[in-house]
């Protein structure tokens, strides 16, 4: 290894070299995202963003982003308590109705290069949740805001004890308005 090699991979392991390679979507994304077919029934959808945890589908048709479908999407879509009176008569319409009435086509995407900052202003400009990352027109991954948060947290957590409890973080929304009981007197 010759000079120039020893001190760019210094650089590369210093804490600046470690900021200035994870300030890529390439570095933050989720590879391999959990796809979906346009022509597929809603109900698997649903069925996907449920098992996944997740609440974006890329739609790829022969290996091409065509759209993503949210949860927000099938929301619009889906039939409210009125309309049908039932569990059953919903997931009936549901199986009936496909990928392709609910999708949003043509979605906003970046490259694996794009700067993670240029991503978060396009998620707040857009008020999206996530942008699919594609090389030419295939899609690589997928970028969250939960990706970001999870690094938010990272960098501002301190020491390992403090990052581990910051990830492990979680609110009980339902405790603070939880009603109280009255003493008995």
Same mark, same amino acid.
């Given at each position: 290894?010759?000079?120039?090699?020893?001190?760019?991979?210094?650089?590369?392991?210093?804490?600046? !070299?470690?900021?200035?390679?994870?300030?890529?979507?390439?570095?933050?994304?989720?590879?391999?995202?959990?796809?979906?077919?346009?022509?597929?029934?809603?109900?698997?959808?649903?069925?996907?963003?449920?098992?996944?945890?997740?609440?974006?589908?890329?739609?790829?048709?022969? !290996?091409?982003?065509?759209?993503?479908?949210?949860?927000?999407?099938?929301?619009?879509?889906?039939?409210?308590?009125?309309?049908?009176?039932?569990?059953? &008569?919903?997931?009936?319409?549901?199986?009936?109705?496909?990928?392709?009435?609910?999708?949003?086509?043509?979605?906003?995407?970046?490259?694996?290069?794009?700067?993670?900052?240029?991503?978060?202003?396009?998620?707040?400009?857009?008020?999206?949740?996530?942008?699919?990352?594609?090389? !030419?027109?295939?899609?690589?991954?997928?970028?969250?805001?939960?990706?970001?948060?999870?690094?938010?947290?990272?960098?501002?957590?301190?020491?390992?004890?403090?990052?581990?409890?910051?990830?492990?973080?979680?609110?009980?929304?339902?405790?603070?308005?939880?009603?109280? &009981?009255?003493?008995?007197?």
């Amino acid at each position: 290894m010759n000079k120039d090699e020893l001190s760019r991979l210094r650089w590369m392991r210093s804490p600046a !070299g470690r900021a200035k390679r994870s300030t890529q979507v390439r570095h933050r994304m989720s590879l391999s995202p959990i796809t979906i077919n346009s022509s597929a029934a809603l109900e698997d959808a649903i069925r996907l963003l449920v098992k996944h945890n997740i609440r974006e589908l890329p739609v790829v048709e022969h !290996g091409k982003l065509i759209g993503i479908v949210t949860d927000r999407d099938i929301r619009q879509v889906s039939p409210s308590y009125p309309v049908f009176r039932d569990e059953h &008569a919903i997931r009936d319409y549901l199986k009936n109705l496909k990928v392709s009435c609910a999708m949003s086509p043509d979605p906003l995407v970046v490259s694996p290069a794009t700067d993670l900052i240029e991503a978060a202003n396009l998620m707040i400009q857009y008020r999206i949740g996530s942008l699919p990352v594609v090389d !030419g027109s295939r899609l690589v991954g997928i970028i969250s805001v939960t990706d970001l948060l999870n690094l938010f947290i990272e960098q501002n957590a301190r020491g390992s004890n403090n990052k581990r409890a910051a990830s492990d973080r979680r609110i009980d929304r339902g405790a603070a308005f939880a009603p109280q &009981a009255a003493p008995i007197s």
